[in-house]
């Protein structure tokens, strides 16, 4: 029988966490195949790891995997990944958004060939029209900038084959964008749609400044299109004052210096200001991120590994 590690991240998820185990359970006991769960505790405050616990020692299908402190869902899920050895993982979040019901589709596809089997949202139930709009852009400018295709509206979750889960893993790099590595590493790809749900209980992590360094880290880490817009922004101006200071130079040759304006000055000073501090602002993005990766630190610490059987 085909084996499917199901990698679950969790961050302070107590009052979900039960309902999730009842819900996969439900879903997975038709299932044609042999499935395990690995949930991948981020450093959780709150009682979700003695539940993992519990949960391990009633049933042990369900593993847990204890980082040493909250890292992020980004390298919560990496972690996982590391950690799964079936012939497919399936990374699912534990709120139940994603709808566990879709796993026996994406197993379906994945018997038919297919390496990766992603959900694509069909709408966003229970979000702010602002949110939406935000993230329309964010794709929109995501995949305008680099040349891998990320696709819209389409979160962590999805089926990965051996071939494709152990590629991910190759990608070691700190600055995890993890849409971006899932799209990166290309295989036979299959498009599935759902509904996401709200929340079945809890709160969502993310903010909009969360959201803002999440879109950084995105573009950051799949595109340099803002240096090299940077440069252009750069030449375009020099030319522009190139230009401007041989007019102001025949003008006083001609006409004699009037002292011209003070506003026109104090406008191009401001003007190449700006440019100049945001041109330096975007090459900080960037070296940040340099300095980040030179370091060569772990991804993520594991303080306690519970493998599922
Ligand atoms: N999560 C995590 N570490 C974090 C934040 C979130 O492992 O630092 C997990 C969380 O427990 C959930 C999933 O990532 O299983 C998605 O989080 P959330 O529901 O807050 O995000 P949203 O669905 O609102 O995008
Ligand atoms: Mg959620």
């Known amino acids: 029988m085909p084996s499917v590690d199901i990698i679950v991240p969790v961050y302070n998820e107590q009052d979900v966490l039960p309902l999730f185990v009842e819900r996969i359970k439900e879903v997975m006991q038709d299932c044609n195949v042999s499935w395990r769960v690995i949930f991948v505790d981020d450093g959780s405050s709150d009682d979700s790891l003695n539940q993992m616990k519990d949960i391990h020692e009633q049933e042990s299908r369900f593993g847990y995997l204890a980082l040493s402190r909250n890292f992020g869902k980004e390298y919560a899920l990496t972690a996982g990944l590391d950690h799964a050895s079936a012939d497919a993982a399936v990374v699912i979040d534990v709120d139940l958004q994603d709808p566990p019901e ?118 950051t880490s799949f595109s340099y299109l803002p240096l090299r817009f940077a440069t252009w922004i750069g030449m375009f101006v020099a030319i522009f004052a190139f230009l401007y200071g041989a007019v102001i130079i025949g003008k006083t040759l001609i006409l004699g210096n009037d002292v011209p304006g003070y506003p026109s000055l104090m406008v191009v000073i401001l003007f190449l200001g700006g440019i100049q501090l945001t041109a330096l602002g975007i090459i900080g993005e960037y070296l940040g991120r340099m300095f980040n990766e030179s370091k060569q630190r772990p991804l993520y610490l594991v303080d306690e590994y519970q493998p599922p059987e």
């Open 102 to 219: 879709l796993i026996p589709d994406m197993i379906a596809h994945w018997h038919q060939g297919y390496d990766v089997v992603y959900a694509t949202r069909k709408a966003r139930h229970g979000e702010s029209l602002a949110k939406k709009a935000t993230a329309s852009w964010f794709y929109r400018i995501i995949n305008s900038m680099s040349k891998i295709d990320i696709p819209k509206d389409t979160g962590d979750y999805r089926l990965m084959s051996r071939k494709a889960y152990t590629a991910v893993n190759k990608l070691r790099e700190r600055n995890r964008f993890m849409k971006g590595l899932f799209a990166w590493v290309g295989f036979k790809q299959k498009q599935l749609y759902f509904e996401r749900e709200p929340r079945a209980a809890g709160e969502t992590k993310w903010n909009y400044g969360k959201l803002w360094r999440f879109a950084l880290d995105g573009i």
